[in-house]
């Protein structure tokens, strides 16, 4: 790929990443090939074997290797990442708690697919919403542009002092890593200052130094400050995220918040939505708008840590919100979003109503029409006046 | 052709045509399976056959006998939980070297050590076909793939020497191009009692192929053809002649090693036994775990000493 490019050029949602990776040029980079992540580090091996990075590049046997080899990396003292997808995410899952407490500060691409069974290689958010409560933080993006932007965010973030946490971030598998779509790419210059060098904290690898890594230091030991520690990161990763997206928007124009609301302000009925899902949402509510709807939406950008106030002070005003889950969370009172979003605008007065859709899962599609299939219930609900059921609401479910 | 019809009762006909690209080797292997179900005259009812993921492991999705498509890398974990809930169930393993010598490399040599009566029918590509042809750990140095484009820097596994040495009980290595004997080794390896490693060596035309040569598939498979060689011919070799030859055959078989699942019931037999007559705590330590019959004195099959232990005709090279 070219070095730099004034102008759009058309590149799936995975090369966007590589070519994020490239300008990085992280010490390494360790990973298992998965469907639809396999691009990503397929791309990033040619240019390895190519000289086009510094690169230590380790093809390990197997997900659990691979993340188990970061945080070895990341301990060394080196700039690490990864990427995976669905099954390999799954199979980092006791790595990714031992990474995030270790306070590494790794960066990993996952592209969302749905898991296994029946085996599934198609786009939900079902993998990622797993290690929700890992200790990573978690950064979703819409398009292409978002997954390279987020992928150069991700770095700062996670390096920052205040925050030392590894950081994944997401995007649609197939309908975003495989297609293709517009992207803008920075100067590497600009994105050497932007990253600017890796510092590593209490490195292994210096060896006048010796430390310990993750002992058990008793039943009477520090292991629950610890984690007190890690969620005080979180807490202070909200302004540090902010931080970055601001600094990043002065070199590039292109702004980021924690959420992304959408003619909200005086909406009456709303969707909050993950994904490149919000697309075709935004498309909706602009339709609705044309009729006269008061609808609107937000796109969920951070959901660890999830910026509970910041959701409170977009929606209180709104009279139904709907919360579109790409994943379940079975038997619990809905999705993974669901249950966060309920929860922000429980202390708000008067109470938004706020019912659950489920859609999309092991890449079912989500027209247009679906999208005002949940709208019509918001408004219908809105305008009865009366408390919906919080039953979970399927979209472009089959009925035979 | 009555054969042919024969094993469609054993398919899913329903879900053909296959994702296989053209020329590729899963096919044949699948086939040798099917036709060696065929001869032994299994039954759908106590025949269990269990796939990873990958293009091999697929093979799964397209038999009409008891299925299970699992997850990567855990196939044989799967056939180990339904051999352990059924001994009298004939389990088979569909596996690839990505499946069951990367991502399962840990399971494959504890059922190896453990020699459960379970047939592991491996089909090495060399590469992981499905994801796009990267760098595996049966790819010989030099050989390229997405992940290696100038050529792998890394030694590659000899399954079978890999399997023998963790205590599989029947260890076989057979070839695409050459089918007959592979069915004979697949239906010997599901006779045996223990765990059989039967190791099949299929062109992947499309990702290996592309990438190495020789290219396309008849060359492919003309190529380890000539390259295969059996365990009786190979005995006469030196090293030197031996190298990028393909031993095929039975290299390694012990009938006497105790199988897992029997050792099992026969320590539940003698814990049950004893339990009415002794008291809860036994004085006497359990008695030691019969050693192990070592196997043949035979010096590995890549320097060319392997003992004929196979019986049957030469399987390539002619
Ligand atoms: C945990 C996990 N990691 C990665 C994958 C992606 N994956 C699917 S098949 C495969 C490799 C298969 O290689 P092999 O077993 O040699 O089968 P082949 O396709 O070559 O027949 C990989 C890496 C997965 N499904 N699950
Ligand atoms: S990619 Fe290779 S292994 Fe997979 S179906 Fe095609 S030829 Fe066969
Ligand atoms: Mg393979």
């Known amino acids: 790929m070219a070095e730099t490019h004034a102008g759009p050029i058309a590149v799936t949602g995975n090369e966007a990443v590589a070519e994020a990776m490239r300008q990085i040029n992280p010490d390494v980079v360790c990973a298992y090939p998965i469907t639809p992540q396999t691009e990503v580090v397929q791309l990033y091996a040619q240019m390895v074997a190519d000289g086009a990075v510094d690169t230590e590049f380790v093809t390990v046997e197997s997900e659990h290797s691979a993340m188990s080899a970061a945080i070895g990396a990341a301990a060394g003292g080196a700039r690490t990442m990864t990427a995976t997808s669905s099954q390999g995410f799954a199979l980092m899952w006791e790595l990714l708690y031992v990474a995030a407490s270790y306070r590494l500060p790794i960066v990993m691409t996952t592209v969302n697919r749905a898991l296994s069974g029946p085996i599934n290689i198609h786009c939900d958010h079902s993998d990622t919403m797993g290690g929700r409560d890992s200790g990573w933080l978690q950064i979703y993006g819409e398009n292409h542009q978002q997954a390279y932007d987020n992928c150069l965010q991700s770095v700062r973030i996670a390096e920052h002092m205040d925050v030392r946490t590894p950081v994944m ?44 890594v993750g002992p058990f230091d008793g039943l009477h030991g520090w292991y629950f400050e610890h984690k007190v520690a890690q969620n005080r990161a979180m807490d202070r990763s909200f302004k540090v995220i902010q931080d970055v997206a601001d600094e990043f928007a002065e070199i590039t124009g292109r702004h980021y918040g924690l959420l992304e609301p959408y003619r909200l302000d005086d909406a009456e009925i709303a969707i909050v939505v993950i994904g490149s899902t919000a697309g075709t949402t935004r498309m909706v509510v602009d339709k609705l708008r044309a009729r006269g709807v008061k609808a609107g939406m937000v796109r969920v950008r951070v959901f660890r840590p999830f910026p509970h106030e910041a959701y409170a002070k977009a929606l209180e005003h709104v009279k139904v919100v709907g919360v579109m889950d790409r994943a379940d969370s079975f038997g619990a009172q809905g999705g993974p979003l669901f249950l966060e979003i309920r929860a922000a605008l429980y202390d708000s007065d008067p109470r938004p109503q706020v019912l659950p859709f489920v859609y999309g899962l092991g890449g079912r599609d989500i027209f247009p029409d679906n999208i005002e299939q949940a709208f019509a219930v918001l408004e219908e609900t809105a305008r009865s006046g009366k408390r919906a059921t919080s039953e979970r609401r399927y979209l472009n479910l089959r009925k035979d | 052709m009555s054969e042919v019809l024969d094993i469609e009762q054993f398919l899913h006909t329903e879900r053909l045509p296959h994702i296989w690209c053209p020329g590729c080797g899963n096919g044949i292997v699948t086939g040798a399976f099917l036709r060696a179900v065929l001869d032994l005259g299994l039954v759908r009812e106590k025949t269990v056959v269990v796939g990873g993921i990958g293009c091999s492991s697929r093979a799964v999705g397209y038999i009409d006998l008891g299925t299970v498509h699992s997850i990567h890398g855990r196939a044989l974990a799967f056939a180990t939980g339904i051999k352990m809930a059924r001994p009298d169930f004939t389990v088979v393993v569909l596996t690839g070297d990505g499946d069951g010598a990367a991502i399962g490399g840990n399971h494959f040599i504890h059922a190896c050590r453990r020699n459960i009566d379970i047939t592991c029918i491996l089909f090495n590509n060399q590469t992981y076909g499905m994801t796009g042809g990267q760098v595996s750990p049966t790819m010989d140095p030099g050989d390229r793939g997405t992940t290696a484009p100038y050529g792998s820097i890394e030694p590659s596994f000899d399954l079978c020497r890999l399997a023998e040495a963790a205590g599989a009980s029947f260890v076989a290595r057979g070839i695409a191009a050459n089918i007959r004997p592979l069915e004979r080794l697949i239906k010997q390896g599901i006779q045996h009692k223990g765990f059989s490693f039967i190791e099949a060596v299929v062109p992947c035309p499309t990702e290996y192929g592309k990438r190495n040569p020789p290219a396309g598939v008849i060359a492919m498979l003309d190529d380890t053809k000539a390259r295969s060689i059996s365990v009786t011919a190979a005995a006469k070799m030196t090293p030197d002649e031996l190298r990028d030859k393909i031993v095929t055959g039975i290299l390694y078989e012990d009938d006497e090693a105790p199988e897992f699942q029997s050792a099992y019931a026969a320590i539940v037999e003698r814990a049950q036994a004893g339990a009415a007559e002794a008291p809860a705590r036994p004085k006497q330590p359990a008695a030691p775990r019969k050693p192990r019959k070592t196997a043949p004195e035979r010096p590995p099959a890549r320097n060319g000493e392997a003992a004929d232990a196979s019986g049957l005709p030469l399987e390539g090279g002619e």
């Open chain 1, 169 to 212: 971030h997401m995007y649609d598998g197939y309908v975003i890593s495989g297609a293709i779509g517009p992207l803008v790419i920075l100067q590497d210059e600009k994105v050497r200052d932007f990253i600017g060098p890796f510092k590593a904290i209490n490195p292994m690898l210096d060896v006048e130094h010796p430390v310990t």
